[in-house]
């Protein structure tokens, strides 16, 4: 049994891309009994913070699709929970960065690469890196650091992936596991 649940999302983007919240997603954080949320950006919307805050105390951060209604969210944070560091930011980085990384993307595809280095810069301290920005999931160990992305919540990055959020189980220790659950 976890110590504790955090629960993650990411690009939920409401409502450009979807109308209203899964309520799977609030199912499945409720069934998880998380004790936190953590909203890796693109949210869009004020009202899905608070629609996820009546299930938990919800962190979020600024994506690329926040700049107007949610402008005031950082866009890094640092949190710890049981003395485990985690690290929680959207990923697109500066606007120079995102549009450099939007042109490699048309022009290469999706590489891990780009986002790696950039996130254990931001949060060398920390034992997670949570991100979103490329709707795809990501449960990635890099020198003892778990480097995760729960996909999007609602539209994500290519047919063979379902939306998706996470769950990040914090167990005695500081010992982390995560999970991917696919919302098929």
């Not at 003395?83 to 500066?94: D, E, K």
């Not at 990055?157 to 998706?164: I, L, R």
């Not at 990040?168 to 596991?177: K, P, S």
Request: glycine share 8%; hydrophobic share 45%.
């Amino acid at each position: 049994m976890s110590a504790i649940t955090l629960g993650v999302l990411s690009d939920t983007h409401i409502p450009d891309r979807a109308c209203n919240l899964d309520r799977r997603i609030l199912e499945i954080f409720r069934q998880a009994q998380v004790a936190a949320i953590m909203h890796a950006g693109d949210v869009s919307t004020p009202a899905v913070l608070v629609e996820l805050n009546t299930l938990a105390p919800v962190h979020a951060v600024r994506g690329n699709r926040d700049w107007l209604a949610l402008s005031h969210l950082p866009m890094y944070t640092r949190l710890v929970f049981d003395g485990v560091v985690i690290g929680l930011t959207h990923g697109h980085g500066r606007w120079w960065e995102y549009m450099r990384d939007r042109a490699d993307y048309l022009l290469r595809g999706y590489r891990l690469e780009l986002f790696q280095p950039r996130l254990l810069t931001a949060f060398p301290d920390a034992h997670v890196m949570v991100f979103g920005h490329t709707h795809r999931t990501l449960n990635h160990w890099v020198d003892h650091k778990l480097i995760f992305n729960p996909g999007s919540a609602h539209f994500p990055d290519g047919k063979s992936e379902a939306p998706s959020v996470g769950l990040l189980h914090i167990r005695a220790g500081g010992q982390v596991e995560a999970e991917i659950i696919y919302l098929r």
